[in-house]
């Protein structure tokens, strides 16, 4: 059973911070590049943050650089997404996802996706 399960998203309010974890079954995190994508209402599918498997290489998108940290814990098979200083905008439902390349920027070679958890930030 290949699955990702995902958990740490809710309220908040602006300006905390919430971290999402992903444990991953049935696969090992260790060769996968990871990535946290987001889907806001009548928006399309966003990279947020991905860490590649090669060279442990990280990316952020502009709108979340600063506040967010992506991380891994291959000993534990579980990715993390550390949120700080969220936003309004930053409301959306969140998926962690596995890519078997190691490249991890193009979510067309992501393999496994997590079902997704709502984060929603008031204001």
């Known amino acids: 059973q290949v699955q990702l399960v995902e958990s740490g998203g809710g309220l908040v309010q602006a300006g905390g911070s919430l971290r999402l974890s992903c444990a991953a079954s049935g696969f090992t995190l260790d060769y996968y590049a990871i990535g946290w994508f987001r889907q806001a209402p009548g928006k399309e599918r966003e990279l947020v943050s991905c860490?590649?498997?090669?060279?442990?290489?990280?990316y952020y998108a502009d709108s979340v650089k600063g506040r967010f940290t992506i991380s891994r814990d291959n000993a534990k098979n579980t990715m993390y997404l550390q949120m700080n200083s969220l936003k309004p905008e930053d409301t959306a439902v969140y998926y962690c996802a596995t890519d078997s390349s190691g490249w991890g920027f193009d979510i067309m070679g992501y393999d496994y996706w997590g079902q997704g958890t709502q984060v929603t930030v008031s204001s």
């Open positions: 860490i590649s498997s090669s060279d442990g290489s990280t």
